[in-house]
């Protein structure tokens, strides 16, 4: 055995708005035995599948349009208005999991663009997220996920420049001084959630900590690559895994020293269980 010392990050596991989201779920899934999500209710496949089995069901929008006289939960990543108006046509009930920070974004950047406020969303293309805050402008604010895009895009001598909540300080922050150097007046607002920004603060020295690092998160998260590329660059043995099975015994040696750590997506009983898999290696 290779006998190695493992150690849960005690900052990682879900963020409160994914907490929420699921524990919305599994309220209405114990009282009724079915629910619709529009949407993974989080982007870890695990987490998803345990609540299936609760009977929660996926749907996309298309389905969404076709159902009538049903529960559906909105998870943590928010909507945008024509999501809540085929509800009330359809006389759907939403069971509504928008995290309040999203929220609390959505209402700026709509308050924004009806004074007439040019919106430039910084995040990921086709993200829920990002589809919720475009959504508050009509489907008319540009939606920049990387820098050399800004070259693909008329810009507007003046613009106000929000974020998608989980992406990394210093790209928005160096986002915001490229588009000031080339001429435009930018309205910025760091709309970052603070929950996840604070982690790359302290996934830092957890990541210089340890010998080895397991970054245990959903291939589908966005958060989960950012934090990935934050302890990949404070430790190049990191290595991430959706769960036990993607685990290699060649990875580590001898007494190793193991961090384990994760995107707020992804849930403890995971870390847990890949902590429990490494120390019998």
Not at 29 to 40: H, I
Not at 190 to 203: A, G, K
Not at 237 to 257: D, K
Request: with cysteine; net charge negative.
């Amino acid at each position: 055995m290779k006998q190695l010392k493992v150690t849960i990050d005690e900052h990682s596991g879900f963020c409160f708005g994914v907490v929420y989201a699921i524990q919305m779920a599994e309220d209405y899934l114990n009282e009724y035995g079915k629910l619709y999500c529009l949407g993974d209710i989080v982007h870890n496949e695990e987490e998803v599948e345990r609540l299936k089995a609760k009977g929660l069901e996926i749907i996309d929008h298309d389905k969404l349009q076709s159902l009538h006289h049903e529960r559906v939960l909105i998870r943590a990543h928010g909507e945008p208005p024509e999501t809540y108006k085929i509800a009330l046509d359809n006389d759907i009930e939403l069971i509504d999991a928008s995290c309040p920070v999203v929220l609390k974004l959505q209402n700026r950047v709509r308050e924004a663009y009806s004074d007439n406020t040019p919106i430039l969303i910084y995040g990921k293309h086709g993200h829920a997220e990002v589809n919720g805050l475009k959504g508050q402008t009509g489907g008319n604010a540009i939606v920049i996920e990387k820098f050399e895009e800004l070259d693909l895009v008329q810009l507007p001598k003046k613009l106000a420049l929000y974020s998608q909540t989980t992406k990394r300080t210093k790209n928005l922050y160096a986002l915001k001084a490229e588009l000031e150097k080339r001429g435009v007046e930018v309205d910025f607002n760091d709309t970052l959630c603070r929950q996840v920004s604070n982690r790359d603060i302290q996934l830092r020295e957890f990541a210089k900590q340890h010998e080895k690092i397991v970054f245990v998160s959903g291939r589908k998260s966005s958060n989960g690559k950012v934090l990935f590329d934050v302890c990949k660059d404070n430790n190049a043995e990191t290595y991430m895994v959706s769960g036990v099975s993607e685990l290699n015994p060649e990875w580590f040696s001898p007494n190793n020293s193991v961090g384990i750590c994760g995107a707020t997506s992804t849930p403890l009983w995971l870390m847990n269980d890949v902590k429990n898999a490494l120390e019998k290696f």
